[in-house]
């Protein structure tokens, strides 16, 4: 019968590196962090671009004589750009490479956003911003599979930490630059701004980022007969198929389910926190989201490096033999504990605890809950890596795609909620869910290795990893 310690996949004997370790020695120390940055900065821009956006849709909503409403929609239309760009940018960057589909992909971002800053229409602000949203969405899987190239099993925890403390810090940090745009500059300038950012972006990745892909794996590589400029086919959903695998949807349910609460705090705040301490001023109200990004920016570096520890620990206490499962193990601290207890307390707070006091321990509240979802984000997103490292920016799409489907779902029944049975009940019901996604995270952790053998889609092993 399996056990919490049996064995998934096997490991080499020590001795001389292997060939493929060989590889992740083609870039230096200090040159991998330069990576590591390059591609953070770029994985900060769809959460940027999307919620900088939601501050200024009364002035927004003004400006276009259409109503909060309509003009909301435009959130929901950056969440489906986001899901379909991610997965079309994975999917060709595993055919033409990682820098390439940058490269490709900025420019749109760069376009769309002087659209959004010259829309004098709603239709023309949807159509341009899901141009906007489109090209800058590959920050996410792309970043994910540049470091899956560059980093060893047992260093990937880190960089991975590092990654998605600066992609879930530029969701936090956006609604304040963009209230403080809304308050006291422009909409459109912030936009105009945005494009200044990906040109800064396209030159610093034209100059510095190289292609990590490892050599001979990408799809050109491998054709016989090539043109000078050969365009190809590759089917962007392809990715969602490897989640039929148990282990990889649980997985990616359980992140949704963490991830549920950072949202469920912080889309409803100027209606919550907002008004139950009496913040109008957008740009005060967008600082209130900052503790959550500083727990993000904080806990995912700890996060990293915490799964990298029990991956060697448990490892060594094997023998030598390694299960991949073990990395989740870096989960439960956040899951059990930070996550639920954070929301919980948040909504119990908002509703009974008025006052400064109130106020400062809902933003206490934010701050744990940013590093709560990180230490769950992480590991997974690190074991996503692991186990599907040939396929890492795949898996990274496919499980940023379902998330947003998912999440803009979940959005869409906050208000309401809240409205419905209050803040406090609202907050509970979510801290459950996440409870629950730990209970599926334990399952994968005790039963992974009967979970692959159920479907295998390719699962790396020790030796390619």
């Given amino acids: 019968m399996a056990s ?9 004997s ?26 953070s900065c770029a994985g900060l821009l769809p959460k940027l671009v999307a919620a900088s956006f939601v501050p200024s849709i009364p002035q927004v909503a003004k400006e276009l004589h259409s109503t909060h409403a309509a003009v909301s929609l435009t959130v929901s239309l950056s969440t489906f750009a986001t899901a379909i760009g991610t997965l079309v940018w994975a999917a060709y960057s595993s055919f033409y490479g990682r820098r390439i ?97 990906g040109l800064l972006e396209l030159l610093l990745i034209y100059i510095l980022l190289p292609e990590t892909s490892h050599p001979g794996t990408l799809g050109i590589d491998k054709l016989k007969q090539r ?10 959903l392809r990715s969602l198929w490897l989640l039929r695998s148990p282990n990889l949807f649980g997985v990616m349910l359980a ?13 409803p705040l100027a209606y919550t926190i907002g008004v139950r301490y ?9 600082a209130c989201f900052l503790p959550n990004g500083l727990g993000n920016f904080i806990g995912a570096p700890l996060a990293g490096r915490l799964s990298d520890v029990l991956i060697r620990k448990w490892q060594k206490k094997r023998k030598g033999v390694w299960s991949p499962e073990d990395r989740l193990r870096a989960t439960w601290i956040g899951g059990l504990f930070m996550v639920p207890l954070s929301i919980g307390v948040s909504g119990l707070l908002t509703t009974y605890v008025g006052g400064p006091v109130g ?14 979802v990180v230490f769950v984000l ?75 053998a159920s479907v295998d889609v390719g699962f790396s092993t020790i030796e390619n990893n």
């Fill in 101 to 197: 589909m940058y490269l490709c992909g900025i420019p749109f971002l760069c376009i769309g956003s002087c659209g959004v800053a010259m829309s004098n229409s709603l239709r023309s602000l949807l159509f341009w911003q899901f141009i906007q949203t489109f090209g800058c969405s590959g920050g996410l899987s792309l970043g994910a599979g540049v470091i899956g190239d560059i980093y060893k099993l047992e260093e990937r925890g880190i960089g991975i930490g590092i990654f998605l403390g600066a992609t879930l810090f530029g969701f936090a940090v956006a609604p304040f630059l963009g209230g403080v745009a809304a308050q006291y500059w422009s909409w459109r300038k912030l936009h105009y701004s945005l494009a200044v950012w």
């Fill in 378 to 452: 992480n590991p997974i997103g690190s074991y996503n890596v692991d186990v599907m490292h040939s396929q890492s920016a795949e898996i990274t799409a496919a499980n940023a795609g379902v998330r947003s489907f998912i999440l803009s779902v979940a959005t869409a029944l906050v208000i309401p909620s809240i409205e419905r049975i209050g803040v406090a009940w609202t907050n509970t019901i979510v801290a459950v869910l996440a409870l629950l996604g730990q209970g599926i995270i334990f399952l994968t952790i005790r039963y992974g290795d009967r979970m692959r």
């Fill in 4 to 12: 919490e310690e049996s064995p998934l996949l096997t490991s080499s």
């Fill in 14 to 39: 020590d001795g001389d590196k292997t060939a493929h370790e060989v590889i992740y020695d083609r870039f230096t120390r200090r040159r991998k962090r330069w990576i590591v940055f390059i591609v």
């Fill in 359 to 372: 106020l400062l321990l809902n933003l206490l509240c934010l701050f744990i809950n940013g590093m709560g």
């Fill in 227 to 236: 043109r000078r400029i050969h365009i190809a086919w590759v089917n962007p």
């Fill in 255 to 267: 992140t949704s389910l963490a991830l549920i609460t950072d949202y469920v705090l912080l889309v």
């Fill in 278 to 286: 009496g913040i109008t001023n957008k740009a005060i109200i967008g």
